[in-house]
């Protein structure tokens, strides 16, 4: 009985993974996608139902199929998002299969290749594609005083919108685009305030994403040359005037607090030593890239991360990075940079497949 080794599987099957499948597609390549989610859309099931984008839909299409709304130069609805990745799923009739949460991937020095472990069945592969994303790995930074805080602490990730803060005293922290869109709609139900480290950075409103994704994609390129390059101003994680933050700064509430020291049983205490009761903390505080299935193979750095060069490991050729964030490729974690990172990348992948062949 002759043993089944895919080209490729690819690990996840948001906005990355379904590019990646696209481009291996049309590339005649022998390839599953493996998903630990129950339904098509990736991480955007997951996002709270009033976040939006930060690019108008006619800039945040995937390769092959424009994301079409009612209006293109609208910023669309996080519903919007998950309806356009299983359509598009559909529409190009890509192999995916649901739930298989990756749990290992290790060598199979047997067969040469990689071995992919959901726990209750495997599959051999000659290369593997990790598109698992940042959304299940959330960072809360340690403060004193959290343990034993008794409100509620809650991070972006798991955020599902205002109507349980009806009336509470809450404070968001975060100086990005999450942490002022849940900020946005906090104030017009609760006693809320916006807490950053460092001031937060607003865009120009006809400044978007597709604007920010440009300049990030310069500044990276730019440090990967010449020392005496002029890089560009502003990064995917400066803020989008999207309506609802529009319309908090028409309000004249679109004003951040400096970081509180630590907190107290019922709330915190501010750097001027003032103590304020608060309610519950909502966390946008971003996210860790979720390698864990990958630690076996003995690649992972210090910082949970690893080394690659245009989205392959350089430790283990066998192995690509898709929507992990700039370090794996510029942009690669927007629904805007994931085709373009998997349209760079992927015909790598396939002149390396190939000549592994020969």
Not at 230 to 253: K, L, N, S, T, Y
Not at 272 to 294: K, N
Not at 327 to 353: F, H, Q
């Amino acid at each position: 009985m002759t043993t089944k080794i895919f080209d490729v599987i690819v690990i996840g099957g948001g906005q990355a993974a379904l590019s990646a499948g696209y481009y291996l597609r049309r590339a005649g390549i022998d390839f599953i996608i493996l998903d630990n989610q129950d339904l098509a859309g990736g991480a955007w099931n997951h996002t709270w139902p009033s976040l939006r984008l930060f690019s108008p839909a006619m800039f945040s299409s995937l390769p092959g199929t424009l994301f079409s709304t009612k209006k293109t130069d609208t910023y669309p609805h996080r519903d919007e998002v998950v309806s356009y990745l299983k359509r598009y799923e559909e529409h190009y009739q890509l192999p995916v299969y649901r739930p298989h949460h990756v749990k290992t991937v290790v060598h199979d020095t047997a067969h040469n290749c990689l071995k992919v472990s959901d726990g209750k069945y495997s599959w051999l592969t000659r290369t593997i594609i990790s598109a698992t994303g940042n959304w299940s790995h959330p960072v809360i930074p340690a403060l004193p005083g959290a343990q034993t805080f008794q409100g509620e602490q809650c991070h972006s990730a798991h955020y599902q919108g205002s109507e349980l803060y009806q009336g509470k005293t809450v404070l968001v922290v975060g100086g990005g685009n999450s942490g002022a869109q849940i900020f946005a709609e906090l104030d017009e139900v609760a006693t809320a305030t916006w807490v950053t480290r460092e001031p937060p950075k607003f865009l120009a409103d006809d400044v978007d994403g597709r604007v920010l994704f440009e300049r990030a994609t310069a500044r990276i390129n730019s440090q990967a040359g010449s020392a005496t390059t002029d890089q560009p101003v502003g990064g995917i994680g400066d803020i989008v005037m999207v309506p609802p933050v529009r319309a908090a700064r028409e309000r004249g509430v679109l004003q951040a607090k400096p970081m509180f020291s630590h907190f107290t049983v019922n709330g915190v205490v501010w750097q001027d030593g003032t103590e304020q009761a608060v309610d519950a903390v909502i966390w946008c505080t971003g996210f860790q890239p979720e390698l864990s299935h990958l630690a076996a193979l003995g690649i992972l750095e210090d910082d949970g991360k690893m080394l690659v060069q245009d989205g392959q490991s350089i430790k283990e050729p066998r192995l690509w990075l898709f929507g992990y964030g700039d370090w794996a490729s510029p942009g690669s974690a927007t629904l805007i940079g994931a085709g373009r990172s998997a349209r760079d990348n992927i015909p790598k992948l396939v002149d390396y497949i190939r000549q592994s062949h020969q």
